[in-house]
């Protein structure tokens, strides 16, 4: 079974730039595909990002493309979404997510497809 710990959220204005982390224990996380999600205060969880085990494979919300890019770097055992020309409207709970890798290159972009969840790390941006 696989931990998953973010961090890197914060407080910033608009137009700035935050990388989140998502740090895994327990197993090696090129075993897995991940992603990122979000929450804003009374919506329900999204979908932001997906990248498959080996990072050969990519997806993000439309609404983000441009600006947000999902990486991982599997020696390090370390999932990353940097996100850049925030917006009032990215703010949220932003939270890593992970399941059993596939052979195909179909990413997971339902929260149902994910089997392990970290904590989630705040994300504020002002206007």
């Known amino acids: 079974q696989v931990q998953l710990v973010e961090s890197g959220g914060g407080l910033v204005q608009t137009g700035g730039s935050l990388r989140l982390s998502c740090a895994a224990s327990g197993r090696t996380i090129s075993l897995y595909d991940m992603g990122w999600f979000r929450q804003a205060l009374g919506k329900e969880r999204e979908f932001v990002a997906a990248?498959?085990?080996?990072?050969?494979?990519?997806g993000v919300l439309e609404s983000v493309k441009g600006r947000f890019a999902i990486s991982r770097d599997n020696a390090k055992n370390t999932l990353y979404l940097q996100m850049n020309s925030l917006k009032p409207e990215d703010t949220a709970v932003y939270y890593c997510?992970?399941?059993?890798?596939?052979?195909?290159?179909?990413?997971?972009?339902?929260?149902?497809?994910?089997?392990?969840w970290g904590q989630g790390t705040q994300v504020t941006v002002s206007s």
């Open positions: 997510a992970a399941r059993s890798r596939r052979p195909s290159a179909v990413l997971p972009y339902h929260e149902q497809d994910y089997d392990y």
């Open positions: 990248i498959n085990w080996n990072g050969d494979w990519t």
